[in-house]
């Protein structure tokens, strides 16, 4: 008999450790690396034993597995301990709990074996548990939050993670390609389950408001997040904040994603048009001061980037940039291209790579790695690389992201030149919900906001955050305000007699007297309950009042009129962080960041919620249906019947695979549908009406060419890309205008095509439920006797996989269509409105700004405010350069591209009707409407390829599960005389039918209290 083999966490002996490459280069596995068969014994973790040598299936019996007890350690134990990543990098805490594991003589708890562990988690001192605790926070009330869901979430998971170290202990789990290996790498993943339905929420607003406060806030992570101090440069950068998971052994991690080389052009063109915007002769056009101090402040923002870009150049001045002509084709363009793609070939990663990635084990290091990407380097010479970055993903691992929430700090549209403002407005339309940042003391006049609820036009929730809450003046009030004021008197009256107090008990302790220490500490406690009381009453007050007053201006311009406000502050939310329990709450509360917390994990509640039962109810029943089809493998089958179930095998896997994921089936026909639905709902009617629609937009254009109009008005437009407010028009939008028809007639189609979709989906879940039925109707039938009877343990259990097989293919279904449908509405908004991030826009742009180059009637030089700025601005970026001793005035000459130059000299009259003609012209001979159709044909072909690419990658691991359970039935014909894997390893094969009963048990109570949660309503809110 062999002998009995037990896996226990506690009492190990240290294990032969894993021999290290010889090169220098370290290497780090994210995921446990088990020692190979290949070495010539395996030891085991609990002693220093061979466990078993390389495998022979054929000359070894399998020991009684029924004795096996595995006592699974926690997950990032479990990794350090079979991981072949340094032992240093483990942090403090994680060493402490993890050392009886590697043959150290200190002892762990059970039930702390079991505890997730952080590897950047601080060490556990007495009295933390005193402390205030961010994960005892109130919970929104949402089903994924109730407390049974999360048990019976928590308990799904533990099965897993001690299925999979179950598994593990059968020497065929260790062999690549073998069906055991495949289910235990299954197990993992399941053991690992993250909900991957994720909202995102974008957090806009200018600088200095402190949206990186905030970030830090939310995420409990104090300077995390911070802003470029000096120039602002990291808040002109979208960065994402995400759930780094457990499993991982660093706990951060960034990714850097590069600008394409296309837009890095459309970036520096975008940047050199903004520097000469102020210096341009139609600049002296434009009477309004406000108007013009944005330009001017565009232009500085735009010179400090491209100093920030080629400042190794020393050719590189503002007088070598103006002097140059405007024309984009001019070598200018071609000479900073070139400059930029030679200083990327040595960015991180290579020229070639659009993406950088890397990891950190701690914050200080992540903070690090960032700075290299969001700060000028200290080498005045070397060139930045914030410039060239689309976005920045942060992964770490806090309260809020886990819940599913992804924080995207976003720039203010409205301070960034245009290509980087339709960007970010392109990235604030795809978020789920908007964050417009601004502080108390400017919220009821903030233009920033108002731009945001302009650019957002009611297409996404939008909640307005008050930042800088704390900031309060008793004084003020008591003077200003006199319904409060004798109150407000009173408490400081109080308040100045403790703080007296205070300092009488102190120099009384500081004397030696007798009871004076505790007397003190009273008058202390007194002192901050009392400072406590009146910032209570300060903040509050003002908080309602603001609330009231933004609600009122501004919630009939948000959507469904829903307008949540939110006043915080970050510098109390530290102050108080780590308080005792009892007084933080309190304070905490006042600060708005709880509220405000518990408010954004509500937000992914709802699909956190279908994510996590579809991984109780279909994702892991159907992993136990395997499992279990394997241990059964090795049941008595009829040798008679068993070549005609091998073929009945045969046909229902081509069946399957005909049926799911070949281009036959119907899930690719589905996509052929879909396209040709879209081009006859859309496409067709774009195209057949382009003639009529182009004659109405040309006779919009020239309603704006009557000359009612004044022409500084007509140039405003232009400079503003069509959407401009002025005394004489008003709010006007020229490129909803000329689509105004259009939008009319393809309004309605747009809805049809949504029900299409729905009607669609449920076509293709009736398919894949015939495919089912077909599968299980030879197994079933009306003569069962056939086939059950020669195999009734293997057929059965297959047969009972098949409904949770069926219930995830519909799940992936269901989350696709979800997408495609969130993705045609934020396409339909794209081409049926004229925001800057629309089609319309992107195809009128070119021309708006052609036109807004035309010079003024009574052209000017460079004034002298202008020289001086730009001679002291290069000069002190770069001394050394020969130009920057040039003194003589000039004046830049800027031809204008798409139209003949126009002598200075011409009248007003002339230019007024140029400009209105080569809008005219462009309107009429560019074919806006035919260029419309592609882009907006190109677009909906892309997101739908991508959906249906990830459906079908889910499908068919589906599919493949599928697949292999059928094989598992019956023995290939290559395997030796009929012996599976269970056969072989017979006493395991029994005890882990048991364990697997085990686990239906638990599984079977989490899904009754999933229909419980969802029967009762609890998140009716959810949605």
Not at 22 to 34: Q, Y
Not at 876 to 881: I, V
Not at 990 to 1018: H, M, N, Q, Y
Request: net charge neutral; hydrophobic share 35%.
């Amino acid at each position: 008999m062999a002998a009995y083999i037990t896996l226990e966490t506690r009492d190990a002996f240290a294990r032969v450790p894993t021999p290290k490459p010889t090169s220098g280069f370290r290497i780090v596995t994210k995921r446990p690396s088990f020692q190979s068969l290949n070495s010539p014994v395996i030891t085991s973790p609990t002693g220093g034993r061979p466990l078993f040598s390389p495998v022979d299936t054929g000359s070894h019996g399998s020991p009684e597995w029924e004795h096996v007890n595995v006592t699974s350690p926690s997950t990032a134990s479990h990794y350090s301990l079979y991981s072949d990543t340094e032992e240093a990098f483990r942090s403090p805490r994680l060493q402490l709990l993890t050392s009886n594991l590697l043959g150290q003589q200190s002892y762990i708890e059970p039930e702390s074996a079991h505890t997730l562990i952080s590897p950047s988690a601080p060490v556990q001192l007495p009295g933390d548990e005193l402390l205030y605790d961010v994960a005892k926070e109130e919970s929104p009330k949402k089903r994924f939050f109730e407390p049974d869901f999360q048990a019976a979430l928590t308990a799904s998971k533990q099965e897993m993670k001690d299925i999979s170290l179950t598994i593990w202990g059968c020497p065929a789990s260790h062999r690549l390609g073998s069906d055991l290996h495949a289910l235990k790498q299954w197990a993992q993943q399941l053991s690992e389950f993250e909900p991957l339905r994720t909202r995102t929420v974008g957090l806009v607003g200018d600088a200095g408001v402190g949206k990186s406060s905030l970030v830090n806030s939310l995420l409990d992570q104090p300077d995390f997040s911070h802003s470029n101090i000096d120039n602002n440069h990291s808040t002109s950068i979208i960065t994402e904040y995400r759930f780094r998971a457990a499993h991982y052994d660093e706990p951060f991690s960034v990714e850097v994603d590069y600008m394409s080389s296309e837009e890095i052009k459309e970036l520096i063109e975008e940047l050199v048009r903004s520097v000469r915007a102020c210096y341009i002769p139609a600049f002296q056009d434009i009477d309004d001061l406000e108007e013009r101090q944005e330009i001017t402040n565009r232009s500085g923002k735009a010179w400090q980037t491209l100093h920030s870009m080629f400042r190794n150049q020393p050719i590189f001045t503002k007088e070598f940039l103006l002097e140059h002509a405007s024309d984009v084709d001019t070598p200018l363009l071609n000479i900073l291209q070139k400059w930029a793609s030679d200083f990327l070939s040595r960015r991180p990663g290579g020229q070639e790579s659009r993406m950088w990635s890397s990891t950190a084990f701690t914050s200080e290091e992540c903070i690090d790695k960032l700075d290299e990407f969001t700060r000028d380097p200290v080498d005045v010479n070397t060139p930045a690389l914030w410039p060239f970055i689309r976005v920045i993903r942060v992964y770490l691992r806090a309260g809020i992201l886990q819940s599913g929430l992804v924080l995207v700090d976003c720039p203010s549209p409205r301070e960034l030149n245009f290509a980087r403002a339709r960007a970010t407005e392109r990235y604030l339309r795809n978020c789920h919900e908007i964050f417009a940042v601004t502080t108390m003391e400017k919220a009821l006049n903030d233009k920033a906001v108002v731009d945001i609820i302009k650019r957002n036009r009611q297409h996404r929730p939008l909640r307005i955050v008050c930042t800088k809450a704390d900031i309060v003046n008793a004084r003020e009030v008591e003077r200003r305000v006199p319904d409060v004021s004798i109150q407000v008197r009173t408490w400081r009256q109080q308040i100045e007699s403790l703080q007296k107090q205070v300092k009488r008990a102190e120099a009384q302790r500081r004397q030696g007297f007798p009871g004076a220490l505790e007397e003190e500490a009273r008058c202390r406690d007194m002192l901050q309950d009392m400072q406590f009381g009146l910032k209570k009453l300060l903040i509050d007050r003002r908080n309602n009042e603001i609330t009231t007053q933004l609600i009122n201006n501004y919630s009939g311009d948000v959507k469904d009129g829903n307008l949540e406000i939110f006043c915080i502050s970050n510098k109390d939310y530290f102050a108080h962080r780590y308080d005792e329990q009892r007084l933080a709450e309190s304070r905490l509360e006042l600060t708005g960041i709880l509220g405000l917390r518990k408010y954004c994990h509500s937000i992914p509640a709802a699909a956190q919620f279908d994510a996590a039962a579809a991984f109780i109810e279909h994702e892991v029943p159907a992993f136990l249906g395997s499992l279990k089809q394997w241990s059964v493998s090795g049941s008595d089958i009829d040798v008679n019947k068993e070549e005609e179930i091998r073929h009945l095998m045969k046909c229902l896997e081509e069946t399957a695979i005909r049926k799911l994921v070949l281009p036959t089936a119907h899930t690719q026909v589905t996509r052929s549908n879909l396209n040709q639905e879209f081009a006859s709902a859309i496409l067709h009617p774009l195209r057949e009406h382009r003639s009529e629609w182009r004659s109405a937009a040309l006779e919009a254009s020239k309603e704006w060419s009557k000359a009612s109009w004044d022409a500084k008005d007509y140039t405003a437009f232009c400079r503003n890309y069509g959407n401009y407010i002025s005394s004489t028009t008003g709010p006007r939008s020229w490129n909803e205008e000329l689509i105004e028809p259009m939008r009319f007639h393809l309004q309605g189609k747009w809805g049809q095509f949504e029900e299409e979709i729905e009607h669609s989906k449920q076509e293709l879940i009736h398919s894949i439920e015939r495919v089912f039925k077909e599968i299980s109707k030879p197994l079933k039938g009306k003569s069962p006797s056939k086939y059950i009877p020669a195999a009734p343990t293997r057929l059965q259990t297959l047969l009972d996989t098949l409904p949770h097989r069926l219930s995830t293919c519909i799940h992936h279904v269901d989350t696709s269509f979800a997408d495609l449908l969130e993705g045609t509405q934020q396409l339909a908004s794209d081409s049926l409105y004229g925001h800057n991030s629309s089609y319309i826009n992107s195809l009128m742009a070119p021309i708006y700004h052609s036109t807004s180059l035309l010079p003024s009637p009574s052209p000017s030089p460079l004034t002298p405010s202008h020289r001086s700025n730009a001679s002291s601005s290069s000069s002190s970026s770069r001394s050394t350069s020969p130009r920057s001793a040039v003194t003589t005035p000039y004046t830049p000459s800027f031809p204008r591209s798409g139209s003949p130059p126009l002598p200075l000299s011409t009248s007003p009259q002339v230019l007024d009707a140029h400009r209105k003609l080569l809008l005219t012209t462009h309107i009429t001979s560019s074919h806006l409407f035919s260029r419309l159709a592609t882009m907006i044909e190109k677009s909906h072909r892309g997101f739908v390829r991508i959906i249906f690419d990830n459906l079908l990658s889910a499908l068919t691991r589906d599919v493949d599960a599928m697949i292999r359970d059928f094989h598992l039935v019956v023995a290939g014909v290559g395997e030796q005389e009929g012996r599976t894997e269970a056969r072989v390893f017979g006493e395991f094969a029994s005890g882990l039918r048991r364990r697997i009963e085990s686990a239906e048990c638990v599984l079977r109570t989490a899904r009754e209290v999933v229909g419980e949660v969802r029967d009762r309503g609890a998140g009716c809110c959810d949605k």
